[in-house]
């Protein structure tokens, strides 16, 4: 079945037994959780959410980029959010390539790029487009010190109010396990 119509047909099934039509728009656990979009991560079965209990912001990496701040102001300000998680994970995609990767790869095409021992390889035709170095990336050289990054980067923020802790965690893909970056959580504690 295309992709199309399966995500329907569960959508269908997912109505039929729906009953949390009920819920508050603020989360009611107070809680937002910033991660990666990576497919391997189920924030909700990983960290025990159900429908309506937190934010979960999602984005390549799980990065703290200016959107996902964006996102973590109006939790806070506007939806009542009190703790926030970074949780960036093993195998991250964005340890894979460079700012000078990526750019190169789209100038030679749109086309999806392949990746062997020797790095990533362009197979596409042509045209690509330039506009790809206008783009920060947000790339991953060390993922410990990018949940330290970006933890920092959202205690610094003049927006995130210093009551709100922020807790650093790397999910590992292999055993389903948050670990601790304790760097990142004693940047990230309330003041
Ligand atoms: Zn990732």
């Not at 199309?4 to 949390?20: I, P, R």
């Not at 392949?114 to 487009?129: E, K, Y």
Request: hydrophobic share 40%; glycine share 10%.
């Amino acid at each position: 079945m295309p992709v199309l119509q399966e995500v329907l047909a569960a959508n269908q099934g997912y109505a039929a037994s729906f009953t949390k039509g009920g819920l508050a728009l603020p989360p009611a656990r107070q809680f937002a959780v910033l991660t990666c979009m990576d497919a391997r991560i189920d924030p909700a079965k990983a960290l025990g959410l159900s429908e309506g209990d937190a934010h979960v912001i999602r984005n390549a990496g799980g990065r703290a980029s200016d959107d996902a701040i964006r996102s973590l102001v109006i939790s806070y300000k506007l939806l009542g959010t009190r703790e926030w998680f970074v949780i960036h994970h093993t195998d991250c995609g964005m340890e894979l390539f460079t700012d000078e990767t990526m750019r190169g790869l789209l100038a030679s095409s749109l086309e999806t790029a392949t990746i062997d021992a020797s790095g990533w390889h362009d197979v596409g035709q042509g045209p690509g487009s330039p506009e790809g170095q206008f783009i920060d990336w947000l790339t991953i050289a060390n993922l410990e010190q990018s949940v330290v990054d970006d933890v920092g980067r959202i205690r610094r923020h003049p927006l995130a109010p210093r009551r709100i802790p922020i807790y650093g965690y790397i999910y590992d893909v292999k055993t389903g396990r948050l670990i601790e970056v304790p760097a990142a959580t004693k940047a990230g504690a309330a003041g």
